[in-house]
């Protein structure tokens, strides 16, 4: 029987301990990985197989028995050897073998062999463009699904998930601890917030749950992600507190949170401060920094003496399963003292500044994607603890990131701080209270998943924007055909000047910056799109989704009030 290398090498630690008179060993791994495997090809050697007994059921081995060779899901009993998922050199040979040369293979399995197969079997019958056709193809072979499976799909489609969420998602018999029978199942984990399902698994039911019924998918976020914003509002405890704030952007259900924040991964990479001895390990991350973003490093090499001199406590660095960094970040607190190596970046920026941490850097191994997520989730943290955020990056990704989660952005600094050819652009976000924090999120849910707006209401929409541009002209206001609604040009005006009053004082910060927009293009007549994004310290793509949506904000309170 043919092992893979990461297989073989396991095989070989086993018998290297039987030869060492070691009487249980227990190999420990995920379903699909390939433990099976590893206990069929070591019972096929003769010489094993005279006086070593190999076991799926480690509840079946006692302390006189002969030696024995066990396989679990957890450790059980013995000396425990875990079960490495392969590698995609591995998948990719794999695949390849079995006759499927495509990527999606590698992006799905996860590592697991068993999920190999059955994705290179679908994909005979199913296009690899249709992902969503693939997975339900390659779940249906592996019948994994245990007795709930109804909540097993929902749970890979929130992510994270309590007793409570599950039952109001999933129709679930009450006549016994169903809860409990999915914590056993093979396929789920516990964490700080209920119950998760393990990847690849997560992603595969996602998937097929978002391409056979996309309306019951998206209803379940929804629900989600308001039910996750209810218990963040009224969370005390820090630790609860970061995981729902993680929830919240996962379930924002956007393609480039989900990408940047949350790739699919068995690991769960740890973020540590940086001690003062591993500042030679600083200085290679920061070499590596410079190389990946074409900085100079003369340059960046300045920086770093003075982010050791200034704010040597800012440094994080994230590590993959073997303790090892693989990444760090440089986000100091903003105090007085790190004034002195803020300015030199944020230069004309510096006195418009928020409170809170300063993210001058976030580098990390390009193959180590789940660990980059750790981290940048890990800078959102620090942000939402220390009340803002400064970034200032010159960056492409780190600036689309940035105005996808809808901060302000101030400008782009005078001078080329890195010396890389590129804008430093500064970026800002206000998290000094719980209410700015579910604020934020909202907007950003908003922005991620809101249905389309009806037909009516973009009407509705268009027409208001017609009708701003003439509110001060009763003559022309009563030309708007929106008067059929109103009655008459008057209670028109008064109703879009005091609507946009209302809405640039809410405590939401999306349609507060809505109206304030409005308020400034239209009522102040500051005819100059541009000039009152700058005036806002908003990005023209955030500005003009701003104004959408508070064009869409007026346009409902008209209809469901006249109508």
Not at 115 to 144: F, I, N, Q, T, W
Not at 255 to 271: E, G, H, I, K, T
Not at 490 to 497: A, I, Y
């Amino acid at each position: 029987m043919e092992l893979s290398t990461s297989q073989a090498s396991v095989s070989d630690q086993v018998k290297s301990l039987l030869a060492a008179g070691t009487r249980v060993i227990n190999l420990v791994g995920p379903i699909g990985v390939g433990k099976s495997t590893i206990l069929s090809a070591l019972a096929a050697d003769h010489c094993l197989s005279q006086t070593v007994t190999f076991l799926d059921d480690p509840a079946d081995v006692g302390p006189n028995d002969p030696p024995a060779v066990l396989a679990s899901r957890k450790p059980a009993h013995g000396v425990v050897i875990d079960v490495p998922r392969w590698t995609a050199p591995e998948v990719a040979e794999l695949a390849a073998r079995l006759g499927v040369d495509h990527d999606i293979v590698t992006v799905l399995s996860g590592g697991l062999p068993l999920v190999v197969g059955s994705l290179c079997r679908a994909l005979r019958e199913v296009p690899p463009d249709v992902p969503g056709a693939v997975a339900d193809r390659a779940l249906r072979e592996m019948r994994l699904e245990p007795r709930f499976a109804e909540a097993l799909a929902d749970l890979a489609v929130v992510g994270r998930a309590d007793e409570e969420l599950l039952t109001e998602l999933a129709e679930l018999p009450r006549d016994h601890d169903w809860f409990a029978d999915l914590a056993d199942s093979c396929l789920v984990t516990a964490t700080t917030t209920g119950l998760a399902v393990i990847e690849p698994f997560r992603t595969l039911l996602d998937l097929r749950y978002r391409w056979r019924e996309p309306v019951a998918h998206r209803t379940a976020i929804t629900k989600a992600a308001v039910r996750t914003r209810r218990l963040l509002a009224a969370a005390t405890d820090s630790e609860i507190r970061q995981a729902l704030t993680e929830q919240s952007l996962f379930l924002t259900d956007d393609p480039l949170v989900r990408q940047s924040l949350f790739p699919p991964s068995n690991q769960d990479p740890r973020v540590r401060k940086a001690s003062p001895d591993e500042y030679d390990e600083i200085a290679v991350f920061v070499r590596e920094w410079a190389r990946q973003g074409g900085l100079n490093p003369a340059r960046t090499n300045r920086m770093l003496d003075d982010w050791l001199t200034h704010a040597a406590d800012g440094f994080n660095l994230v590590c993959g399963p073997d303790g090892h960094p693989v990444g760090m970040s440089f986000t100091p607190r903003i105090t007085d003292d790190t004034m002195a190596v803020i300015e030199p970046i944020t230069q004309q920026h510096t006195g418009s500044l928020v409170d809170g941490a300063f993210v001058g850097m976030a580098v990390c191994d390009p193959r180590q994607p789940a660990a980059h997520a750790a981290l940048l989730r890990h800078v959102l943290t620090v942000g939402v603890q220390h009340g803002g955020l400064v970034i200032a990056t010159p960056s492409p990704q780190y600036q689309a990131l940035s105005r996808r989660f809808g901060f302000d952005h101030p400008g782009a600094a005078r001078r080329d701080p890195y010396d890389c050819g590129r804008d430093s652009e500064i970026f800002t976000q206000d998290f000094v209270t719980w209410d700015r924090v579910t604020g934020w999120l909202d907007g950003l849910a908003a922005a991620g998943v809101a249905p389309p707006v009806p037909a009516d209401v973009r009407w509705c929409a268009a027409e208001i924007r017609k009708a701003l541009d003439h509110v001060g002209d009763s003559v022309k206001l009563a030309r708007s055909p929106l008067v059929v609604i109103t009655g008459t040009p008057e209670v028109l005006h008064d109703f879009l000047t005091t609507a946009i009053t209302e809405l640039a004082g809410a405590r939401n910060q999306t349609t507060s910056q809505a109206g304030h927009i409005l308020h400034a293009y239209y009522l102040r007549r500051r005819r100059d799109h541009v000039g009152v994004a700058n005036q806002l310290h908003l990005s023209r793509a955030t500005y003009f989704r701003r104004l959408d949506h508070g064009l869409v904000e007026l346009a409902t309170r008209l209809l469901s009030r006249w109508t």
